[in-house]
């Protein structure tokens, strides 16, 4: 070929610009366990502590306080209305078995469950002239459930033609009744007759007439105080 045919081609000349230095990557978050190729802000964003939550105003705090103390009174106006209350004994119709100033506990469930047994002792609310200010919330022992039959001869109490054995009386204490008109008496469906331990003091269905169920505010369930005496009566 002629010269002028040949390509013409530039000599290659080597590159002789020195090469950038090199990333300190341990500078971006290596050393730290990050991600080097994280966008600067968001790393920036994850590195800053958390703001901290703004605090509780003075009348926050009182809102709460009220709130609390609110919410204690309803629980506790529950709990002494449908579920248990604490009764003090005042009177010496329960004794050998309760003494005067004993604390009890009295729980209210068990009366609408059947739990109420012959025997047990319980608190009552009546309503009768006989009484101080025509009512009165009384401590008696159950003798006789709904539709027994109870009589009270010779000092002893038989129901249902049986003699009722009585171990928590102490053995000199004999069951007079009070005149004739509830000394033999059926009992109604709601009807329970009740007496104290303490048989010649005390007021109970022998002159009240045999109580309605609607009437027992519940069952004692233990005696708290005095301290030496804890436990169920």
Known sequence: MEPHDQEYRHPVVPDERPLPPEEDLTADGYEHGLDPYVEPERLQAEQEPAAEPPRETTWQKIVEWIKVMVAAVVIGLLITTFVMQRNTVSGESMVPTLLPQDELIVEKVSKWFGGIQRGDIITVHMENPVLTDGEA??????????GDH???????????GEWLEEDYLPADVTTDAFGNRHKDVLLGEDEYFVMGDNRSLSLDSRRLGPIDKKN??????????????????
Do not use: A, C, H
């Open 216 to 233: 027992i505010i519940g069952e004692v369930l233990v005696r708290i105080y005095p301290f030496q005496s804890f436990g169920s009566p």
């Open 137 to 146: 919330n009384i401590i008696k022992r159950v003798i006789g459930m709904p």
């Open 150 to 160: 109870v009589q009270i001869e010779d000092g002893r109490v038989r129901v249902n």
